[in-house]
């Protein structure tokens, strides 16, 4: 059981995206598959293997759907299911797209957190695209030892990137040796590509047209390509689901009793009390898991989102903000520009409301960002670097805050090419093994590197609606 639940059986056909390597073609097999059924008429969701914020915006809309992430890493295998029931509820069929390669887990811990593991924990079968260019029949020893290395069910190849309809023979012959049936051939186009910079993949919520132009090629490609009805096939025939489906208030009302906050919880839900929350969106703030706003609402905020970019003032009665990731360093002449919205955050700041910042929220209310002016809340100044810092971490917080109470464990993600200097103030937010301390705690602010997903820690939205109802 789960958040104290009834388990049901959830029928949902689904299927899993996966690949050798990053690269490959999952984004686009799995977005134009979403498209493609969703042209046709059909409800899908879409989800994304790991901690990766981008891909789940061109699900979304490819779909019309929140793009959502499955991560054993940063919730618990216990909840992947749950969360999966969640995100999928309603929809007719369910598509999963992979993280690297099938077998690639968390660093030194084997497979887990990879596309293997979840679709082991979703019992569900996978569909494995080869990017086929420069090889032939060696396609077939590719496929026998993906297929028999570990414990999924490989029920299908989509051939990607083929050059001609001899090489498409070929490689046809080549599946057929190790007896895995081919769903779909794509050809090399140009027409789906999608544009890349410092972190991957440019955000769907930054594209605008180009985005919605991007999705529909990748729609008419799977569509022209990939058999449709197999595809489906393959996706009826995984097994019914006995799990009960993640429910933020359930989340919550757990999170509450456990922490011994629910008679408070309870007072103010009886009183009506409902905070504003304001949550930072738009094009430079892109990075966002659906659960977050979810838990803040089921917690008793009225969440309002707000794009720093246009906006000059906060929502009418903001109590609270949430900023997560994204990119304000390709925004940063604009950021800078806003001045009356950075003077309402850092004089919301200064009032002591509660402001949980991640990775790009805590660039944005550093004092600068590569020499423009940000918001000043925090004491530091943050460039742009050529180092990558990117990783899982297992992190304690190192003092109480609006989100965590000293000695909480949690699992984040770090994925930046920015430093912030100093990296922690007098009172750090996280410290994990082999670094310093990192993150800014002071008043009613929490600001980290650290990507979480609040699914995995449900109490830090009700110590955040609290702390704003106070």
């Known amino acids: 059981m789960v958040n104290g639940s009834s388990t049901e059986v959830v029928r949902v056909p689904r299927v899993v995206i996966a690949a050798a390597a990053s690269g490959h073609g999952k984004t686009t097999v799995a977005t134009g598959l979403l498209a493609a059924l969703t042209a046709r008429g059909m409800t899908a969701a879409g989800f994304k293997v790991g901690p990766d914020y981008i891909d789940p915006t061109y699900h979304s809309l490819a779909c019309g759907r929140p793009g959502r992430n499955l991560d054993p890493s940063l919730v618990g295998e216990d909840l992947v299911a749950p969360l999966f029931a969640h995100g999928a509820a309603g929809a007719q069929v369910a598509v999963v797209e992979g993280v690297m390669g099938l077998y690639d887990g968390r660093s030194r811990e084997g497979e887990f957190g990879s596309t293997a593991h979840v679709a082991r924990l979703l019992d569900a079968p996978v569909v494995f695209v080869v990017d086929a260019t420069g090889q032939g029949r060696s396609v077939a020893a590719l496929l026998h030892g993906f297929r028999s290395f570990g414990a999924v069910r490989l029920a299908g190849v989509v051939l990607n990137r083929v050059g001609s309809d001899r090489h498409e023979e070929i490689l046809r012959e080549a599946c057929e040796e190790v007896g895995t049936p081919v769903l779909g051939v794509l050809r090399r186009a140009g027409a789906v590509a999608v544009p890349s910079r410092h972190l991957g993949l440019v955000p769907a919520a930054e594209r605008s047209g180009a985005a919605v132009d991007a999705v529909a090629a990748m729609g008419a490609l799977v569509e022209d390509g990939v058999d449709l009805g197999e595809v489906l096939a393959v996706a009826h025939s995984a097994p019914p689901l006995a799990v009960t489906p993640w429910s933020a208030a359930d989340a919550v009302r757990a999170g509450a009793e456990e922490t011994g906050s629910g008679q408070a919880a309870a007072r103010d839900e009886a009183a009506g009390d409902r905070p504003v929350i304001a949550v930072a969106g738009g094009p430079a703030f892109t990075f966002g898991y659906a659960e977050q706003a979810e838990l803040l609402r089921a917690a008793g905020a009225e969440v309002v989102h707000v794009d720093p970019l246009r906006a000059e003032a906060l929502p009418r009665g903001t109590a609270g903000l949430v900023v997560g990731g994204g990119f304000p360093e390709v925004y940063g002449d604009e950021l800078a520009a806003n001045k ?131």
């Open 340 to 470: 009356p919205l950075r003077d309402a955050v850092r004089d919301l700041a200064a009032a002591g409301a509660p402001v949980a910042a991640e990775c790009a929220g805590l660039l944005w209310l550093a004092r600068s960002l590569d020499g423009r002016e940000m918001c000043g809340v925090l004491d530091a100044e943050a460039v742009m670097t050529e180092r990558l810092t990117l990783g899982y971490r297992d992190a304690v917080a190192v003092s109480g805050s609006v989100l965590a109470d000293p000695g909480t464990r949690v699992t984040g993600h770090e994925f930046h090419r920015t430093a912030v200097t100093p990296a922690a103030g007098p009172s750090p937010a996280w410290a994990w093994r082999g670094q310093p301390a990192e993150g800014f705690v002071q008043g009613g602010v929490h600001a980290s590197y650290l990507h979480l997903h609040w699914a995995g820690q449900p109490g830090f939205a009700r110590r955040m609606v609290r702390a704003a109802c106070a």
